[in-house]
């Protein structure tokens, strides 16, 4: 069935190109035209009259899993919350995965920030960590486009939280076989492999993620260069940094997606834009561990393309790509001393655009043939009027709140701030119970016991 998104105030096909007083067609999953149309039997019409139509948000790196951390980390820093936060709730989420087979933990948290993200406009994340079948079926469920970034680690890790290196790499296979396309006749899922950090994974298994993504024509997704404390590991023990290392093993190229990227130098940068991987920015999960601020005005002017995201609720609470956007821009105009430094487009630009590149989607923009992953804003809002520049304003002014329909491959998955495929009290019930679960055995965890 079509979709005709009628009488638009604004359309944002790009952050370079916006149009007025128009209609979106959509045409199965696709964007069938821009324009003005006349409604046909048989069509869903959406009015969009003070309303701005954009291109899907896409969350370039998340971790679903800390959606039932939230709030718990204030003052510690990454490898302390590692220990204090992260280190109890994986004894939890892996005995019950791992021994009991019970996936429902994977299921809940899934759903839950899943919805906070359609809610904002979101329409595609990459999801790293805890990887389950179970984190997939809710993107099926709730009608989600998602990558499933599975992820590798053989060392650094405590023994009891991870498993032997050729079961990592089995399962690993196992989820890029089961969800990688699916469904098939309209693919919203993808997988990608995903080394969590240069110091938790060896030699032999980086050179595996190199053969498995040649040999699958997977993407590849690292966290890099994100603390001092990555650094001194990764230049203790390979006399280099975590970029030049991964480098060595051949896995920086225009498959990467390499996350933070806060602590690189000259040369770093310039393998990144030789090599045209992708980086992706995450200005409060930066701030709030105290990590640093990535040099993103320097990556664009070198031309490196440069993603947003919120990464995980542990380190940023929310899942707000519009509250990110305002902070990736100002985060950048205070530390360079520059109001100029980075633009409103800029950063639209990496939320939509360039994180459908990250995430290898066919979407981004508003044009004929793209995938249809549109959000409709309203902006008759106290905070938006009046509106001058409809850029600006997305950037600055808006809130997740202030969307009233996510269309997501060319399904109506939120109307009137509703979610239509799944009843969302039942979610956010189920929110609770597992999210309260979590927390109250990871507070009986012995590694909970050792944190304090």
Not at 130 to 137: C, H, L
Not at 202 to 230: K, M, N
Not at 405 to 411: A, N, R, S
Not at 419 to 437: N, P, V
């Amino acid at each position: 069935m079509a979709v005709l998104i009628k009488g638009a105030r604004y359309v944002v096909r790009a952050a370079d190109r916006v149009e007025s007083n128009c209609d979106v067609l959509i045409d199965g999953n696709r964007i069938a035209g821009i324009g003005r149309y006349e409604p046909q039997p048989g069509w869903d019409i959406i009015g969009a009259t003070n309303c701005a139509v954009i291109p899907g948000l896409v969350n370039a790196h998340t971790h679903l899993y800390q959606n039932f951390l939230k709030g718990l980390n204030d003052g510690v820093s990454l490898v302390d919350w590692i220990a204090e936060v992260l280190f109890p709730a994986a004894d939890v989420i892996h005995s019950d995965h791992w021994q009991a087979h019970d996936e429902r933990l994977g299921y809940a948290w899934s759903l839950a920030g899943t919805l906070e993200m359609i809610k904002g406009g979101t329409t595609c994340c990459t999801n790293m960590d805890m990887t389950m079948d179970s984190v997939f079926g809710a993107w099926l469920d709730i009608g989600f486009r998602g990558v499933g970034a599975v992820t590798l680690s053989d060392q650094w890790i405590p023994e009891k939280l991870r498993r032997a290196p050729e079961v990592t790499q089995r399962e690993a296979l196992g989820y890029v076989q089961r969800w990688h396309g699916v469904p098939v006749d309209r693919p919203r899922i993808s997988t990608a492999l995903a080394p969590s950090t240069p110091y938790l994974a060896s030699d032999e298994l980086l050179a595996w993620t190199r053969e498995q993504r040649d040999r699958l024509g997977l993407a590849v997704q690292i966290h890099v260069a994100e603390t001092r404390y990555e650094m001194e590991c990764v230049g203790r023990d390979q006399g280099t940094t975590p970029l030049r290392y991964l480098d060595r093993l051949g896995l920086v190229d225009s498959r990467l997606t390499a996350v933070h990227c806060v602590h690189v130098d000259e040369k770093d940068l310039d393998l990144l834009r030789d090599r045209g991987a992708t980086v992706v920015y995450n200005p409060k999960s930066n701030m709030k561990l105290g990590s640093g601020t990535a040099p993103v005005i320097e990556m664009l002017r070198r031309g490196i393309p440069v993603a947003l995201s919120n990464d995980g609720s542990a380190s940023n609470d929310v899942l707000d790509m519009f509250e990110e956007m305002r902070c990736a821009a100002l985060l950048q105009k205070v530390v360079s001393e520059d109001p100029r430094a980075l633009s409103a487009r800029d950063v639209f630009t990496m939320a939509t655009e360039n994180g459908a590149r990250a995430c290898g989607i066919d979407a981004g923009t508003i044009d004929p043939g793209r995938l249809a992953d549109v959000a409709v804003v309203n902006l008759r809002k106290p905070h938006l009027v009046p509106v001058h520049d409809i850029v600006n304003s997305l950037v600055y002014c808006t809130k997740a709140e202030d969307v009233e329909v996510t269309i997501i491959d060319g399904q109506v998955v939120m109307r009137d701030r509703k979610l239509c495929t799944m009843d969302e009290e039942e979610i956010l019930d189920l929110a609770q119970e597992w999210g309260s679960y979590l927390r109250e055995r990871s507070l009986k965890s012995e590694f909970h016991q050792k944190g304090h």
